[in-house]
C-alpha cells in the first residue's frame, strides 16, 4: 500500500478514538509546560505526556481497515 492511499483509507474506530486520546494528552502536556512557573517534576511529567500522545496519534493516524475482510465476502 503507497503512502498516499494509507492517508485516503478510512481509520478504525478504536484508533480513530485512540488518535484522539493521543492529541488530548498532548494538549495536557502543552498547557502544563506553559504555565510560567513549573516544578521539575510537573515539567518531567509533561515531557512524558508529550511523548506518549504523539506517538499515539501517530500510530493511530496510519492504522487502516483491511481489505482482506472486503474481498472475502465477494
Not at 494509507?6 to 495536557?28: D, E, M, Q, V
Not at 510537573?42 to 501517530?58: E, F, N, Q, R
Request: glycine share 8%; proline share 4%; charged share 15%.
Amino acid at each position: 500500500m503507497k503512502l498516499t492511499e494509507r492517508f485516503i483509507a478510512s481509520t478504525p474506530s478504536f484508533f480513530s478514538k485512540a488518535r484522539n486520546i493521543g492529541l488530548l494528552l498532548t494538549a495536557i502536556s502543552g498547557a502544563l509546560l506553559g504555565m510560567p512557573v513549573v516544578p521539575i517534576t510537573v515539567a518531567k511529567i509533561a515531557g512524558y505526556l508529550a511523548v506518549a500522545g504523539t506517538v499515539m496519534a501517530g500510530v493511530s493516524q496510519f492504522a487502516v481497515e483491511s481489505d482482506k475482510s472486503k474481498t472475502a465476502t465477494k
